[in-house]
């Protein structure tokens, strides 16, 4: 049974690029919420997709864009790169008719802004 | 604003002792609890869950929740060193709603 995947694992650019990353939930999951953790501190919300529309948004500028794609995968859509976007980016899935409603992350893809 | 308040430590407890790993939250609303390790460069993993006032216990950890005074904390028994670690409080308003995280608190256990 796969776990969540994110690609890529690393990744530099500089100012004012764009950048997409994307995550694979795991097996029998919907949902992929986006998270950004900066260092030191706790992840943050920035969206969550599922039947491929975005449900619920952070408080992230609309700089942050996503998409969801029928197999449940989504990309993660970074515009303009400020600095301030270097942080890991995290890939949570979930399933919307589970009891339970845990929310499991990927591995991470670490985002550096030169 | 709902925020989630940890103690960013780091806690050191030796070996084998008990670690008490403490979080309040603002938001009264909150259904669900969440907690994760993280280890130093890796992504969060979750640890336990917990939804009903008092104790749940899996293994060496045990969530405590007090929803009166908007308070959870994480047992964890027979400390190990490869329990240290970044602990996340998390919380959420049940279902698939966004979870929102404090922003830890170092764990380090001295063999």
């Known amino acids: 049974d796969a776990g969540v995947t994110q690609s890529p694992t690393h990744l530099i650019k500089t100012r004012g690029q764009q950048v997409t990353l994307r995550c694979s939930p795991k097996?029998?999951?919907?949902?992929v919420s986006w998270y950004q953790q900066a260092l030191g501190q706790g992840p943050q919300f920035i969206f969550q997709y599922y039947e491929e529309e975005e449900r619920q948004r952070g408080n992230f500028p609309d700089r942050f864009s996503g998409h969801q794609f029928p197999n449940y995968s989504s990309e993660l859509n970074v515009n303009a790169l400020l600095l301030g976007d270097s942080a890991l980016y995290l890939c949570?899935?979930?399933?919307?008719?589970?009891?339970?409603?845990?929310?499991?992350f990927g591995p991470g893809t670490r985002l550096t802004v030169l | 604003q709902k925020e989630v308040e940890q103690n960013s430590g780091p806690l050191s407890v030796p070996e084998g002792a008990i670690a008490s790993l403490n979080c309040t939250y603002s938001d009264r609303g909150s259904q669900s609890f969440f907690w994760y390790r993280q280890y130093s460069g890796k992504s969060p993993e979750l640890i336990m869950f917990i939804y009903s006032n008092g104790d749940k216990e899996d293994g060496r950890f045990t969530a405590q929740l007090n929803k009166a005074s908007q308070y959870v904390s994480l047992l964890i028994r027979d400390s190990q060193p490869s329990d240290s670690a970044t602990y996340l409080c998390a919380v959420n308003w049940g279902g698939n709603t966004p979870l929102v995280f404090g922003k830890g608190t170092r764990l380090s256990v001295i063999a």
């Open positions: 949570a899935s979930s399933s919307r008719v589970s009891f339970s409603y845990e929310q499991f």
């Open positions: 097996s029998g999951h919907d949902t």
